[in-house]
Nanobody
Framework: QVQLVESGGGLVQAGGSLKLSCAASGRTFSSATMGWFRQVPGKEREFVAVISRGGGRVYYVYYAESVKGRFTISRDNAKNTVYLQMNSLKPEDTAVYYC????????????????WGQGTQVTVSS
């Protein structure tokens, strides 16, 4: 069984920064494609960012248009952890953020992910 535990959420003013972390356990982390998604009440969970699997130095990363240039996804396989650095935060970034893992290629669809964390709340005040 795979466990994902997010941390780093909180309350921040618009224009500020937060760094989310997601610690994984239970399976070979380097073989997992890792994604970040977010959800607000009443809306579907949406894709934020994804980083490809692998043990090398080069990873493929993709972002939602709404966060491109402001958010950065990264991973540290030695620590079994994936990160989401969020800069220039906007009130519309307010959501519960989830990390997810799949043992397959990059995908933007939540249904394609096998394991999910419990989520961490990010609130951006105006």
């Amino acid at each position: 069984q795979v466990q994902l535990v997010e941390s780093g959420g909180g309350l921040v003013q618009a224009g500020g920064s937060l760094k989310l972390s997601c610690a994984a356990s239970g399976r070979t982390f380097s073989s997992a494609t890792m994604g970040w998604f977010r959800q607000v009440p009443g809306k579907e969970r949406e894709f934020v960012a994804v980083i490809s699997r692998g043990g090398g130095r080069v990873y493929y990363v993709y972002y939602a248009e709404s966060v491109k240039g402001r958010f950065t996804i990264s991973r540290d396989n030695a620590k079994n952890t994936v990160y989401l650095q969020m800069n220039s935060l906007k009130p519309e970034d307010t959501a519960v953020y989830y990390c997810a893992a799949r043992w397959g290629t990059v995908d933007y669809t939540p249904a394609q992910y096998d394991y999910w964390g419990q989520g961490t709340q990010v609130t951006v005040s105006s």
